[in-house]
């Protein structure tokens, strides 16, 4: 009856760890998976562009800049980042941090950063360069098995 008893416990002691490793191993599978949307969309503004960066974003996504309701992705490259972009000589990240909370089907990401915006030459041949520190937090939600970003604001101020 002993015996019984303790490989009745070692037995739900081993499913419980396995279920627990199988979860862990998922939550890391999704947590990579976020990091590298977040990646791809920080990689496609330093190369300049915004391409397959619509695949990125929810179509119903919201965008949130230092303090602005900047609507949906594609109403934020349409009106705002999409225009400015024709005007960088660079655009760099440096120092750049991610920290990716799971809960799926949900994940939350905190994104720290220094970026340098080197301007084109103006009419007069004059250029400037923009030196920001900023943080940036993101919604993301799994669709169809793939992770999209629902929401994300950023802010930024004066490097010190």
């Known amino acids: 009856m002993k015996i019984l008893k303790l490989i009745t416990l070692v037995t739900i002691l081993l499913t419980s760890v396995n279920f ?4 862990n191993s998922k939550n890391m599978t999704d947590k990579q998976e976020v990091i590298e949307v977040m990646k791809s969309y ?5 190369n300049l562009t915004t391409k397959g960066t ?3 974003f929810s179509e119903d996504s919201e965008v949130f800049e230092s303090g602005g309701v900047e609507g949906s992705y594609a109403h934020y490259i349409k009106h705002h980042l999409g225009p400015e972009l024709g005007h960088f ?3 760099t990240f440096s120092d750049y941090e991610i920290d990716v909370k799971v809960d799926a ?3 939350f990401t905190t994104e720290t950063y ?3 915006i080197a301007l084109n030459p103006n009419d007069k041949g004059n250029s400037r360069t923009i030196k920001k520190k900023g943080v940036a937090t ?3 939600k799994k669709m169809d098995g793939k992770w999209k970003i629902i929401k994300t604001h950023s802010s930024s101020r004066n490097k010190k």
């Open 138 to 140: 993101s919604i993301l």
């Open 42 to 46: 920080k990689n496609a503004l330093q």
């Open 54 to 56: 619509f695949e990125l």
């Open 89 to 91: 000589k660079s655009f």
């Open 105 to 107: 089907p949900y994940a």
């Open 114 to 116: 220094i970026y340098t």
């Open 20 to 23: 627990t490793n199988a979860q």
